[in-house]
């Protein structure tokens, strides 16, 4: 029999192996289908579930849905809903006014995004465009023209095709058209390509202002393509575009949530393309924009 006494080999043979029976016991690896190996054992200080930033944009639209329009009231619930937070929930304001955005609550987006500006947080692209959709949904022009004028003139060279879109848009159904001429102006200028919507409803315009020169200088620079790319379910699909299409069917739906978005331009026919880049260097508008049109 062997010697079990402290300090003999036969004991050190002993421990090591109780030390290995005891590593393989309580760090074997159970191989999950879903998830791949995973510890046996899982850390209990990450089990507690933490609220995530959908919960919370949901908690934030119910906690000002139901106030008044009063500033101080709306600003006052918002500042108390973000006085815990370690950092500015970005996220879940974003959700939130996505939401607001659905059911169509433009005061309340219009409250929150000034709020989240006066912040200091969330000035991008897509916040000033959502601020620029519910002014307009709303009726504020003065204050939609305002807000367009400053994004304007910081960003001249990269601002989207959207903001000059839904500019023109707007005066299109006010009836404004001088100034719906110094925004297509603005845009060849800077070499921004109009939506074909945007070609359409200046064709409209220049139609009823009998500004036939006009007319025929657009369409030469911008003829109608022939087909056009939309994403249905996720897949690009090639389909004819009819030139009888409805100018009222295009002003009425929004162009920000158009299906079309920049794949419009792509056409696959080089007679087109050819076409489209022979106009370039030649102005539209020429004198349009410069004061001297009479509108009736």
């Given at each position: ?22 590593f ?19 850390r209990?200080?990450?089990t507690d579930?933490?609220?995530g ?20 009231e ?10 815990w937070e ?9 959700k939130?006014?996505?939401t607001?955005?659905e ?45 367009f ?6 960003y ?23 100034k719906?001429?110094?925004v297509?102006?603005d ?23 009998d500004?036939?020169?006009?007319y025929?200088?657009?369409?030469r620079?911008?003829p ?20 009888d ?32 880049s ?19």
């Amino acid at each position: 029999m062997l010697s079990l006494r402290y300090g003999t080999p036969a004991f050190g043979l002993v421990l090591e192996r109780a030390a290995e029976v005891h590593f393989r016991k309580f760090n074997s690896v159970v191989v999950c289908g879903a998830r791949g190996p995973r510890p046996r054992y899982p850390r209990v200080w990450k089990t507690d579930k933490r609220i995530g930033t959908v919960s919370k944009s949901q908690k934030l639209v119910k906690c000002i849905k139901d106030l008044s329009n009063v500033k101080e009231e709306v600003y006052g619930a918002l500042d108390s809903f973000v006085a815990w937070e370690l950092e500015f929930p970005l996220i879940a304001v974003k959700k939130a006014l996505h939401t607001l955005e659905e059911e169509k609550e433009w005061k309340r987006i219009i409250q929150v995004i000034k709020w989240m500006f006066n912040k200091g947080q969330g000035k991008t692209m897509g916040s000033y465009q959502t601020l620029l959709t519910a002014l307009i949904e709303d009726g504020r022009v003065e204050e939609a023209e305002e807000l367009f004028g400053k994004i304007f003139s910081r960003y001249m060279e990269g601002l989207p095709r959207i903001f000059f879109m839904k500019m023109i848009s707007l005066y299109y159904s006010l009836g404004s058209y001088q100034k719906m001429f110094e925004v297509f102006a603005d845009m060849e200028e800077l070499g921004v390509r109009p939506d074909r919507s945007i070609v359409r409803m200046l064709s409209v315009v220049f139609k009823k202002l009998d500004m036939l020169d006009k007319y025929e200088k657009l369409n030469r620079k911008y003829p109608p393509p022939k087909f056009e790319y939309r994403y249905i379910k996720g897949k690009r699909i090639r389909i004819a575009v009819y030139p009888d299409d409805n100018i009222e069917e295009i002003t009425q739906r929004n162009s920000g949530t158009d299906e079309l978005e920049e794949a419009e331009g792509i056409n696959s026919d080089n007679e087109f393309e050819e076409e489209a880049s022979t106009g370039l260097d030649q102005n539209v508008l020429g004198d349009a924009a410069s004061g001297d049109l009479e509108v009736v």
